[in-house]
């Protein structure tokens, strides 16, 4: 049997079977009554039976309208939750996606690359990138004020993320170009050992001992000269000659203005930039973002 059935019939025979009567049920519909049974006769048409016994007694199903109906809400129902996540995905496509960064990742043309493949999917979407404090390793992941975020690894409490590596680079040293050691092309990392260093805060975490590289100190406690929260505060503790700090080669031009060098340093190993989310994040928003960072780097996601 070859049936053409629109939604608005199915949504006009459930009223009549719920309500037992066309006026009622052409009321809850916000049509006529002689519109309204104008359809269900069309429907009884289509369908080759008659849906509803009417008499004098009132408005009956009969068997074939018994059978229909469990089956009519089920389908009202699914379509009604396709529509919400047809507007769903509507908004979403329409939104704005913060991202979040300490240190721009704007490195190779990164940023334009991850940018043209996720308009491809989602041309309408906005996003936003908004600067942290490094006092936040996780670039706003944390207290949810962003919604994906360009991190430095490790970043604390890992099993709360995941993550795609976008960028790996040497770490390198900035001194201030009267230090002893600025003269050379590269430098050990044993031979800074004894240096004080220039520390993210402490709230950093493991983040901060990564960039104070305790992992390759054999057990030796690192110097801290100072603290720094940003790229200006750096630069500034390292033209006072408060010590020297590692950065990945990339933001060498952050700290780079006079005053200042950046060698590239042996012993230590590269750092890894990456773009991180939420664990378990479902939006699609932010995993069309992850993908096109994939895409744009070759990576896969972590």
């Not at 490195?107 to 996720?118: D, H, M, Q």
Request: proline content about 5%; aromatic content about 6%.
């Amino acid at each position: 049997m070859a049936m053409d059935v629109h939604g608005r019939d199915l949504r006009y025979f459930v009223s009549v079977a719920e309500e037992l009567h066309f006026t009622r049920a052409a009321e809850r519909l916000f049509v006529s009554q002689p519109a309204l049974s104008k359809q269900i006769r069309l429907l009884e048409r289509k369908l080759g039976a008659d849906l509803f016994e009417r008499d004098r007694q009132g408005v009956r199903l009969t068997a074939v309208g018994s059978a229909l109906l469990p089956y009519a809400r089920r389908v009202l129902a699914d379509w009604d939750a396709a529509a919400d996540a047809v507007e769903r995905a509507k908004t979403e496509q329409q939104a704005t996606l913060v991202v979040g960064m300490s240190t721009s990742p704007g490195r190779g043309g990164l940023l334009p690359a991850i940018r043209s493949r996720f308009s491809e999917t989602h041309p309408a979407a906005k996003v936003r990138l908004r600067q942290v404090s490094w006092t936040d390793s996780s670039a706003g992941l944390a207290d949810g004020s962003v919604d994906a975020a360009f991190v430095w690894l490790p970043v604390p409490d890992a099993e709360r993320y995941e993550w795609v590596v976008v960028a790996e680079e040497p770490r390198h040293v900035a001194l201030p170009d009267t230090h002893r050691l600025a003269g050379r092309p590269e430098i050990d990392f044993s031979d800074l050992l004894d240096e004080p260093f220039i520390a993210i805060p402490e709230s950093a975490g493991v983040l901060r001992d990564y960039w104070l590289a305790l992992d390759g100190r054999a057990g030796r406690p690192a110097r801290i000269g100072a603290e720094a929260a940003s790229a200006d505060e750096t630069y500034e503790a390292l033209v006072d000659g408060r010590g020297v700090v590692l950065l990945a080669a990339g933001n060498a031009p952050l700290l780079t203005r006079g005053g200042v060098v950046t060698r590239p340093v042996r012993g230590v190993s590269a750092s890894r930039l990456a773009l991180a989310w939420r664990a378990g994040e479902r939006r699609p928003l932010v995993r069309a973002y992850a993908e096109a960072c994939r895409r744009a780097t070759g990576r896969d996601l972590d």
